[in-house]
Nanobody
Framework: QVQLVESGGGLVQAGGSLRLSCAAS????????MGWFRQSSGKEREFVASCSGSGGTTYYADSVKGRFTISRDNGKNTVYLQMNSLKPEDTAVYFCAKGRSWLISSGTSTDFGSWGQGTQVTVSS
């Protein structure tokens, strides 16, 4: 079975940085695109970023472009989300997800088949 475990969330002041990690098991990791989504209280889950199986092709939501960077280490079966210049509106539970193919560019949640439990990111003003 596929397991995705996020870590690295926490409380940070506006303007600060965090790096989230997602450790994957139970899959041929490099065969699948990976993505990050987030969900704030009372809001719909939204796409944040994704990368191809090799990590060479990346996509970002407009709201995080230039501030967040997705990357992966296929040798460690881990995908990362480096978050810089954090804003209070970035506060959310962040989820990693496994894509249904090697490259996912749509940003649609239905294109991702497995989800982690999420890690809380809180940005204070």
């Amino acid at each position: 079975q596929v397991q995705l475990v996020e870590s690295g969330g926490g409380l940070v002041q506006a303007g600060g940085s965090l790096r989230l990690s997602c450790a994957a098991s139970g899959l041929s990791f490099s065969s699948y695109a990976m993505g990050w989504f987030r969900q704030s209280s009372g809001k719909e889950r939204e796409f944040v970023a994704s990368c191809s199986g090799s990590g060479g092709t990346t996509y970002y939501a407009d709201s995080v472009k230039g501030r967040f960077t997705i990357s992966r280490d296929n040798g460690k079966n881990t995908v990362y989300l480096q978050m810089n210049s954090l804003k209070p509106e970035d506060t959310a539970v962040y989820f990693c997800a496994k894509g249904r193919s090697w490259l996912i560019s749509s940003g649609t949640s239905t294109d991702f088949g497995s989800w982690g439990q999420g890690t809380q990111v809180t940005v204070s003003s």
